[in-house]
């Protein structure tokens, strides 16, 4: 009895100690593994953490890269003079608006001459050809004409009429005078006079219309004068149709010849600008040929007819042209400046904005010997000014003059750096 119940005492302790085993190893298990889930949680937030900071980090240097400035160039006060840099002050401006159209180039049709002879007759010498350059008055082409003929025959004989005429009217007197004669012959006399002087005009008179002066008839004796055809302006022979042995005769432009000191260019203003523009306003005209030519003009026609279809109106542009540089059938553009009624921008020249790498940059002064290429945001233009829209505040320094200077140091500086020995 007592052996038996000293075995059920063994059985239960060993179950007693494999229970508190087994609850040991699972507590200690599950500690562990609940640590390396909070480690891995942990370390998951630190990471992402991290990530944030990094991704934050690198958008911070992303916005500084793409920042105002895109580099800088020092240049002493001397250099600055050598180089004709000039450093201003930027100012606030009213800038005038600008109604910008593009046209076509012709030649001013008040100042064209269609030349032809005044009549019939067959062309034997061409004196000017395509191109050259006349004078008023100078001669063409000449022509030989029957009809020219007939009226020099007709002024010789009027002239010989009105010799006979004096003669007679001379010797009557005479006569008269020795009571030979009776006074009522004088009167006759003189009568036949006045009527060959005027019959000899009338001849004159035809020949000048035909283009032949009687100063063109001394001296040539019996030999037959040819017609010229002059040209009435001064300008370029733009059209010529004058050939030697063909006949010729007022309906028939031998010549065409052009003024193009002086030119017009057509544009077409939009319905919406039309109470913007005025007769007798300025316009500036460019072409494409000479993109850096800028000529002054001014509107002398406005259409009173629209347009339909482009719902825009005819204007003409009267330029001056020295050098003939404007070309008739070239395409310009046309800017018709308006009145300055808006409020002051900052605005500065032109010149000073350069392009840098696809940015506008203005060279901005940081002290007496270096600038830096701050990047800007342009607006309109206006008379040789541009509008910064942002980039540049009132009352800073930068440089108004050498600017593309500025820019090509720059870059030389850049140069170097990328070749490792710096600047």
Do not use: C
Not at 74 to 89: H, L, P, R, S, Y
Request: charged share 30%; glycine share 10%.
């Amino acid at each position: 009895m007592k052996k038996k119940f000293m075995i059920i005492g063994v059985i239960l302790a060993v179950a007693l100690g494999s229970g508190y085993l087994y609850r040991t190893t699972h507590l200690k298990s599950g500690e562990e593994h609940a640590q390396h889930k909070e480690a891995g949680h942990k370390d998951e937030k630190t990471g992402a953490h991290e990530e944030g900071k990094e991704g934050h980090k690198g958008e911070k240097d992303g916005h500084d890269e793409h920042g105002g400035e895109v580099g800088s160039v020092k240049m002493t006060a001397e250099m600055q003079k050598q180089n004709g840099v000039v450093v201003a002050t930027v100012k606030k401006q009213r800038l005038a608006g600008i109604i910008s159209a593009t046209g076509k180039v012709e030649a001013n049709a008040d100042r064209i001459a269609h030349v032809s002879p005044r009549i019939s007759g067959k062309i034997v010498a061409v004196k000017a050809s395509l191109g050259d350059s006349v004078a008023v008055g100078q001669a063409l082409a000449t022509l030989d004409s029957v009809e020219l003929g007939e009226a020099l025959n007709r002024y010789h004989q009027s002239k010989t009429k009105l010799a006979l005429a004096q003669s007679s009217m001379d010797r009557i007197k005479g006569l008269v005078e020795k009571k030979i004669a009776a006074r009522k012959d004088i009167f006759q006399a003189e009568t036949d006079y006045k009527t060959a002087q005027t019959e000899l005009h009338t001849d004159e008179e035809r020949l000048s219309l035909y283009g032949v002066s009687t100063a063109d008839l001394k001296g040539e004796g019996h030999k037959r004068p040819l017609l010229p055809v002059k040209s009435p302006i001064s300008g370029i022979i733009t059209e010529k149709h004058a050939i030697v042995g063909e006949l010729s005769d007022p309906s028939k432009s031998l010549y065409t010849v052009a003024d193009l000191s002086n030119v017009w260019v057509l544009v077409d203003i939009n319905e919406k600008d039309l109470a913007k523009v005025a007769k007798g306003q300025t316009a500036t005209v460019t072409v494409g040929a000479f993109p850096d030519r800028k000529l002054k003009g001014r509107i002398t026609y406005i259409a009173d007819l629209m347009n339909e279809a482009t719902r825009t109106v005819k204007a003409r542009i009267e330029v001056a042209n020295p050098g003939r540089k404007l070309k008739p059938e070239m395409f310009a553009t046309v800017e018709l400046a308006l009145a300055a009624d808006a409020p002051p921008v900052v605005a500065i020249p032109e010149d000073a904005l350069q392009d840098l790498d696809g940015k506008k940059v203005v060279f901005v002064a940081e002290g007496e010997a270096e600038f830096g290429a701050r990047q800007v945001q342009t607006g309109r233009t206006a008379g040789g000014m541009i509008e910064i829209v942002s980039g540049l505040k009132e009352g800073e320094r930068y440089a108004v003059k050498g600017a593309f200077i500025l820019k090509s140091e720059l870059k030389k500086g850049e140069v170097v750096d990328e070749h490792g020995h710096g600047k």
